[in-house]
Structures are given as C-alpha cells and as structure tokens.
C-alpha cells in the first residue's frame, strides 16, 4: 500500500506545537509607530526594529510615492537586464558614503545579501569560522557557499584564535563571519580584536550591521564607526528594513570587492531589483540619519531611562549583557515566555517572546525605539513589575 509522502507535516506540526515552538502572525493595522494597533487594541510597540521611527515617517512615505509615480511600482528585472534606475546607484553612493568605503552594492533584502555575499567569496576549497549566534542568513551563506564551517563560542576571541591556529593552514581562503549587534541578545561583538585575529591569520572578515546601521556610531554608521575602525579592511553587511524603514539589503565594501559580486553574487544577478518606492525611501531615511541626530541621542537616552529603572524598580529582572537598543530577559521555559509575552499584551505592551530553534534559551524581547516617550516606558516597567 501506498504512504502519503505528505504526512510528516502533521506529525512534525504536532511536535512543534507540544515543544511550544508554534509560530503564528499577528495582524498590525495602521502606520508603525511607537504605538500600533494589535488585533483592534491600541499597544506600546516594543517589538519593532525601526528604532529611529522612521518607518511611518511622512518623508519617507512621500519619497516612496513620488518614486512610484515617476518609475513604476516594480523594477521589471534584475539590475544586469531591465531592473537598473540610476536610484539605485544613488542609493549605493548615499551608503559607501555614509560607512566611508569605496563602493557598495543594494540587494533586495538583507537576508539575500547574506547569502550571495558568503557563497560568492568562499567555496569547497575554503574554512568559515562561525559565531554561534550568528543570524540565521549567515549560517545559510555559510552552508551555501560549500566552505568548511567552524562555529567558534559566542564572542570568544581566544576559542576562535585556537581554532584559526589548528585549521587555518589546511584551507586556500578563510572567512570569519559574525553580526555586529546580535539582534536576539542585543550584545556587541568584540569587533576590534577580530580584526587583529583577521589580520594574523589572513583572514577576511565579514560583519553584518543590520541592528547597527542607523544606531551605532557618531554619525550612525555603525559598529565600525562606534569601534572607531572605518578604513579597516572587512566587509560590511546590512539592512535598509530596521533603522532606516524601508526594505532591501546592502553590501559595503572595497571597488573590487563590489565589481566581483556584480559579475559572482547569484542573490543579486538572479534576483528582481529593488523597488523603485524601497530605494526613494531609504535614500531619504540615509539623509534623515546624517541631518537629525537628535534622534539617535533620543533613542540612547531613552535607553539608559529604562535600563535605570529596570535596574532600580525591578532588581530581580536579570537582563542579558547588552550594548543596543535590544534587551532581553531570560525565561525558564518556551511557555513561560509565551505566558510572560501574553500578560504583557493584556497589559498595553507589545514584546515577543523569542523561543528556540530561534534562540538558544527562551525570552522576551525589548526593542527601544527614539519614539518612544517617557509614558511608554513607564507602563512597560508597570507591566514588567505586575508579571
């Protein structure tokens, strides 16, 4: 007799659901904002990525329409056929200016910049050493590319060091890969000293600042502004979808670098062009950042206001190391999370839990936004203390 091929479903859907890893959508209605309209009810947002509020910003939405009205609402093909407008190099300008590196390269998300970027520059012949919490689109680019791949400790410059001075030698090119900001615990990596480990074993290095760009620096560059290492040979990764609220993805780095993944980068030859409405929008999101820093020190005081209270209100809230907009607390259990998730909703607050395979260990996440005002974060620790 016959078996249906497509009965593990159900079987791996009920394991999902026992683990209390089930993931469902839910509906916004309404701009982004600080505040949001969850399922008919007004919530103070703290699941977002746009941290400088820019997402719902008229500015941008104008450029957006201005965009589509004058280029169309697609960009009909991929950059090397019909999906090129000169937006597009603009864009590319606007980012190699801002990181202050030669060139750059706009995808059609972060994810795909990821992954054509690591499987365009590493292959069979190569090692990857791999933080262990890297973003799930490095580890992909990673299996992608066909490279040897390496996890080395969460940020552990000594463990990496060792296994660079065991393998390295074994492997014609090797990449270290790792996320600036680490978008689950909100912590930094030790940029600096990779750079010197990049530079003793001749490595390249490749860094995502998706939850950097916009956040980190003087002027918002990111982790490699903040580190004070622009010049710094490495490569750049990141995302127009979180501080500067559009969509797309964009790669920073040296002219070759740049003109090699234009002809080897399969996630930008093979893949449709960004919107035409996408490219205004960050464009515009790039001038906000460079022209009103008042919103990212907005965003870094309202920061420290609530890690001062969380520190002073609820001593026994243990929040994970972090140096961002991003914090987290730990919980013992997947449904412990979603039960610490659901109180806050039935209080006004808008935080996710984030469960494994995700992350290691289940928690909720806080995401600060410069929108947000004293109020927001006030309730948030009233909603925290009454858990």
């Known amino acids: 007799m016959p078996t249906d091929p497509y009965a593990w479903i159900e079987e791996s859907l009920a394991t999902i659901h026992r683990a209390d890893w089930y993931r469902s959508v839910q509906t916004i209605n309404g701009l982004p904002g600080a505040t949001v309209f969850l399922e008919g ?21 104008a450029a957006a329409t201005i965009a589509t009205e004058e280029f169309g609402a697609g960009a009909t ?46 292959g069979k012949r190569d090692l990857i050493l791999s933080d262990q919490y890297n973003h799930c689109s490095l580890k992909n680019g990673a299996i992608l590319s066909g490279a040897t791949i390496i996890e080395y400790p969460h940020c552990d410059v000594e463990a990496l060091r060792t296994k660079l001075s065991q393998q390295r030698q074994n492997y014609r090119r090797c990449l270290i890969i790792t996320d600036s900001v680490f978008s689950m615990d909100g912590d930094l ?27 980190l620096g003087n002027t918002g560059a990111g982790c490699v502004e903040h580190f004070g290492c622009r010049g710094s040979q490495l490569i750049q990764i990141g995302t127009l979808s979180k501080a500067l609220g559009s969509l797309g993805g964009y790669l920073a780095g040296s002219k070759n670098l740049i003109d090699f993944l234009r002809n080897r980068a399969p996630t930008w030859i093979y893949t449709t062009a960004l919107s035409p409405a996408d490219v205004a929008a960050a464009l515009t999101a ?60 039935s209080s006004g607050i808008f935080a996710p839990a984030i469960r494994p395979p995700t992350v290691p260990t289940s928690r909720i996440r806080i995401s600060i936004m410069a929108t947000h005002n004293l109020t927001h974060i006030e309730k948030l620790v009233e909603a925290l203390s009454s858990m």
């Not at 919530?43 to 500015?59: E, H, T």
């Not at 480990?197 to 490749?206: K, P, R």
């Open 189 to 215: 990596c030790p940029l600096p000293a990779l750079l010197e480990i990049a530079d003793e074993f001749s490595c390249m290095l490749l860094i995502d600042e998706a939850h950097a760009t916009g956040v």
């Open 77 to 122: 093909g991929s950059r090397l056929l019909s999906g090129h407008r000169e937006l597009h190099r603009d864009l590319e300008r606007a980012i190699a200016l801002l990181k202050q590196t030669q060139d750059a390269l706009v995808f059609s998300s972060g994810y795909l910049a990821n992954l054509g970027a690591i499987s365009a520059i590493v």
């Open 286 to 345: 790039i001038k906000i950042v460079q022209q009103e820093p008042q919103r990212r020190i907005q965003l870094w005081q309202n920061v420290v206001q609530l890690k001062q209270m969380i520190q002073q209100q609820l001593p026994e809230l243990k929040l994970l190391p972090s140096s961002s907009p991003i914090l987290c607390f730990e919980l013992s259990s997947a449904a412990d999370a979603l039960k610490a998730a659901q109180h806050l909703k």
């Open 41 to 61: 009810r007004e919530v103070i947002n703290f699941a977002s990525n746009d941290y400088l509020g820019l997402a719902g910003d008229q500015r941008l939405i």
